[in-house]
């Protein structure tokens, strides 16, 4: 069965620097996004993207993030200048119209 | 403002037994309704979706009120297997943005 791929599972970086998180979405599925998690606390919306453009972002998605599709595989989100609270789990998601959305298992974001 | 409601938990049941979980959310206009189960510091995998006419998949029975607002989730026969947190999962302008419900966690009891 296809998934949603990311990478790095685990991503430790020092406060203020750059971190970017990759996804490979289901081949066929044109809506992705992005989710977090805090440690202990409920899973949150980010941001959702289809066509080559953003469709929807939450007051989380501030001028500090940012989404890409690159080429026809990858989705990624750019953090700039990190804060400690940026430290989550960073789910990515995929989906085909009218369907659910498959997650891929995440990637660990460590910010010290 | 968009918000999921869900009973607070954490459940503790013996193995066979019937547990309901209750969800609540707010936007009157959201559209479509899911249920996903989430491992402990593992991704949300579905569970089922919610229709209208209420689902049934196995031991798990969806149920959806939309003049009420209200999702609920039954399973039947709870096996040690079922332990994990339901996250219920509302669908606000057309599959934009989802909204998920804090979860309500089960533990299930041999």
């Known amino acids: 069965e296809p998934e949603v791929t990311q990478t790095p599972s685990h991503q430790v970086t020092q406060m203020g620097q750059e971190v970017i998180l990759r996804c490979v979405p289901i081949?066929?599925?044109?809506?992705f996004y992005w989710y977090r998690q805090i440690l202990g606390q409920k899973v949150e919306f980010l941001v959702s993207?289809?066509?080559?453009?953003?469709?929807?972002k939450s007051e989380i998605f501030d001028d500090q993030f940012s989404v890409e599709r690159p080429d026809g595989s990858n989705f990624t989100l750019k953090i700039r200048s990190t804060k400690l609270e940026d430290s989550a789990m960073y789910f990515c998601?995929?989906?085909?119209?009218?369907?659910?959305?498959?997650f891929g298992d995440g990637t660990r974001l460590s910010i010290l | 403002r968009k918000e999921v409601e869900q009973d607070p938990g954490p459940f503790n049941v013996p193995e066979g037994a019937t547990v309901a979980f209750n969800c609540t959310y707010s936007?009157?206009?959201?559209?479509?309704f899911f249920w996903y189960r989430q491992d402990c510091r593992k991704e949300p995998k579905l569970l089922m979706s919610?229709?209208?006419s209420g689902n049934e998949d196995g031991r798990f029975t969806a149920q959806l009120n939309r003049a009420s607002q209200y999702i609920s989730l039954l399973i039947r026969d709870s096996k040690l297997s079922d332990s994990a947190t339901y996250l219920c999962?509302?669908?606000?302008?057309?599959?934009?943005?989802?909204?998920f419900g804090p979860g309500t966690r089960l533990s299930v009891l041999p």
């Open positions: 936007n009157s206009a959201s559209q479509s």
């Open positions: 993207f289809y066509n080559n453009e953003i469709s929807e």
């Open positions: 081949s066929n599925h044109l809506y």
């Open positions: 999962v509302v669908n606000y302008n057309y599959g934009q943005n989802f909204v």
């Open positions: 998601a995929s989906r085909r119209l009218g369907q659910p959305q498959h």
């Open positions: 919610v229709y209208s």
